[in-house]
């Protein structure tokens, strides 16, 4: 925004050019990191996401329907209860810490902030009202609005508001990761937080989302690697074991960071320790999950960029299902009934990121309005200068 001033080290003579390599030996000043990144970037088409980026965000999103289709069958079924608890215990740390890491770039850039409330903050208006309405309207209930009280999923859409903005903050701090860990401890022993926007989650998420926003490229390609593959199997093994032993055990409270541990019914110091805990689990878990996600292009790589549909979305029909009393039908608490519901569940997320259902929603989830802002005069300036980046990148 603001042209740098020249530093003292512009006036001095050049260095030397750098001598070229031997075939196969990266250069002294290249870490091979940055340059299988870069490798990687020429590779792929100008323009074309990224296949394992959206690989695992439709992925992610797939196993936050399940988890939700879950819940309604899980107090009957103590392995879908494990099942339930290994599931929350990574889900959306996996989709928040790729949250955070495509935030790397977020600043106070007018065209940015415009993305940010047109991408998020309309559709958290919108949904937050349309919940309610959609609850009045199947039951005959008089469910109020509230813009203060994040109803159901759209938590996210605050957090998510909340840690984009931040952003800049979390990239001048000079230790940024452990900062934010110590405030989703300290998170866990505030009960008088209150309910207000959720702050609870954002407090007790944003380690995740700070995660990402130190991560790079080659961070993702260490966990792809095939002996992480092999040894994320007796993880996850080992995560079903200890989660269907839980089941009576624990509360699975802890897994929804949305209460602190008095309001579980803990001793205060238990929401620290329990913090780094299920954050080492979550962390582990998530590692295991992006060993599995392909690399490649697959059928539902292009579902991975309306994984925010799919989100918002299902709700609708999670919140249908049990306003209509569909699981009250045992057969559906037995394992052929448990297994249906889990298809139904990711069929139907799936259905809700495909094109035409973006195309239809697109005016909730990514409106223009256009006509509420005002002409950013170096917006086409700005967009030339990274096309030309690009081009020479």
């Known amino acids: 925004m603001f042209d740098a001033a020249p530093s003292p080290g512009q006036n001095r003579s050049p260095l030397p050019p750098a001598q070229p390599s031997a075939d196969g030996v990266p250069g002294p000043r290249t870490p091979v990191g940055a340059r299988e990144e870069r490798q ?11 296949a394992f980026f959206d690989n695992a965000k439709y992925l992610a999103i797939v196993l936050v329907a399940m988890g939700h289709a879950w819940e309604p069958l899980k107090d009957d079924s ?26 790397r770039s977020f600043d106070m850039r007018p065209d940015r902030l415009k993305r940010l409330i047109t991408g998020v903050v309309v559709p958290y208006v919108l949904f937050e009202t349309a919940y309610p309405l959609f609850k009045n309207l199947v039951t005959g209930s008089h469910e109020d609005i509230s813009l203060l009280d994040p109803w159901y999923l759209t938590w996210f859409l605050v957090a998510l508001f909340v840690w984009r903005l931040t ?35 954002v407090l007790q998420f944003l380690p995740y989302f700070v995660l990402g926003l130190c991560m790079k490229t080659e961070h993702f390609q260490l966990v792809r690697r095939r002996w992480v593959r092999i ?12 989660g269907w032993w839980a089941v009576p055990r624990m509360n699975t409270g802890w897994f929804y960071h949305r209460d602190s541990a008095q309001e579980l019914g803990a001793p205060w110091w238990c929401g620290p320790v329990m913090t780094l805990a299920l954050m080492g689990c979550s962390l582990a878990l998530t590692a295991g999950f992006f060993a ?53 569940a990711a069929a139907a997320v799936t259905a809700l990121c495909t094109r035409p259902v973006r195309r239809l929603f697109r005016f909730a989830m990514e409106p223009s309005l256009e006509w ?22």
């Open 372 to 393: 509420a802002f005002r002409q950013d005069a170096a917006g086409p300036a700005r967009e030339r200068h990274e096309q030309r980046e690009k081009a020479s990148a």
């Open 231 to 242: 040894a994320s199997v007796p993880v996850f093994a080992a995560a079903l074991a200890f």
């Open 292 to 344: 599995w996600v392909p690399r490649r292009r697959m059928w539902f790589t292009a579902l991975g960029a309306g994984t925010l549909y799919g989100y918002l979305l299902h709700g609708f029909l999670v919140k249908l299902a049990d306003y209509r009393g569909w699981y009250d039908h045992s057969w559906l608490h037995r394992p052929l009934g448990e297994i249906l519901v889990t298809a139904l």
């Open 40 to 50: 990687t970037a020429r590779d792929r088409p100008r323009g074309e996401r990224d």
């Open 167 to 201: 952003t800049p903050v979390w990239k001048l701090v000079r230790r940024p990761l452990p900062l934010a860990v110590g405030i989703a401890m300290l998170a866990t022993v505030s009960p008088e937080i209150g309910d207000d926007l959720d702050l609870q989650r």
């Open 78 to 103: 103590r392995i879908v209860e494990a099942a339930y608890s290994v599931v929350y215990s990574f889900h959306m740390p996996a989709f928040i810490i790729i949250s955070g890491f495509f935030s």
